[in-house]
């Protein structure tokens, strides 16, 4: 087998999706038995910077699936993996939380796929 070189990985990770490349840094933490953590450079952060930033774990919550049901599920099911009458159920309790935990970042990519269907979509 062919040794990978830096340039076919970081082309590799750029053709990637955010659900993707979240499901890889998973993958090699419990491979190697490590943490993603970020340590910043510039030394111990003040919780009043932290505080500034705002969440780093938020929940998104379908307040309502709106008239486009079918095309909401679909997404529920696309941003959890659950089986289509997972999904369903899921759908059919809002309002409810779909992802729990998740960075802002992702919270918003998901609130864009779900409102293009239809959904009423709040982050907390």
């Known amino acids: ?65 709106g008239a486009t049901k079918v095309q909401v599920i679909k997404a529920v099911q696309g941003i959890t993996g659950l089986g289509l009458m997972d999904a369903k159920k899921l759908v059919d309790g809002a309002p409810v939380a779909i992802k729990e935990g ?5 919270a918003e990519e998901h609130k864009k796929t779900l409102e293009a269907a239809g959904a009423t979509v709040e982050i907390k």
């Open 102 to 106: 998740i960075s802002p970042v992702e």
């Open 1 to 65: 087998m062919a040794k990978l070189t830096h340039e076919d990985i970081i082309a590799a990770l750029k053709e990637m999706s955010v659900l993707e490349l979240n499901d890889l840094v998973k993958a090699i933490e419990a491979e190697f038995g490590v943490t993603a953590a970020v340590a910043a450079a510039s030394g111990p952060v003040e919780e009043e910077e932290v505080a500034a930033k705002g969440p780093s774990e938020v929940n998104l919550i379908l307040a309502n699936f």
